[in-house]
């Protein structure tokens, strides 16, 4: 049998399409290690900063239902782009930071009179009879999702490998 000459444009492809597919479970994975943990890795690791008021403190940061951690997903694979997020509309908040304000209304005060009521909590007390008609909340930055070079880097290695493997199974 004569020496054939490969396709490399079918090999092309297919590494595309197997880049695709990898690269996708790949960095969805990574982002959800974040929550494992606990802290986001770009050039280097940044760890989350601690709730305030650490009522549960055996639970993880951010963890509590794993609504938030669930809901990060491939949006969109193609060769030209890769889109991951969380369609939960709390995610923005928690990946990047900001002020929150929240109205006080008559509703509200019921259910922080209930609560008083239910734990004895000063607390729920205290926004039941406040004068305020809104309260600020600053969230902070804990993220998640993100540009990674340590993600990167990792995508760039299989990407030479499996052209080398590729490549030596001729």
Excluded: C
């Amino acid at each position: 049998m004569e020496n054939e000459i490969p396709d490399f444009l079918t090999m092309a492809r297919k590494l595309k399409t197997d880049l695709v597919r990898y690269t996708s479970i790949y960095a969805r994975n990574f982002f959800k290690e974040s929550f494992q943990n606990q802290g986001f890795t770009d050039t280097n690791f940044s760890p989350w900063q601690p709730r305030k008021n650490d009522v549960d403190p055996g639970r993880k940061i951010l963890v509590k239902s794993s609504v938030l951690l669930n809901s990060i997903q491939v949006f969109k694979a193609t060769t030209s782009e890769i889109r991951i997020g969380s369609d939960q509309e709390y995610a923005d908040i928690h990946n990047n930071g900001g002020v929150v304000t929240i109205p006080i209304t008559d509703k509200s005060r019921r259910y922080f009179w209930y609560m008083f009521k239910s734990t004895g909590n000063g607390m729920w007390k205290a926004l039941a009879l406040t004068n305020k008609k809104s309260i600020t909340v600053k969230i902070p930055k804990r993220q998640f999702i993100g540009e990674s070079k340590v993600m990167m880097d990792k995508i760039q290695q299989w990407v030479i490998k499996e052209i080398e493997k590729r490549f030596n199974n001729l």
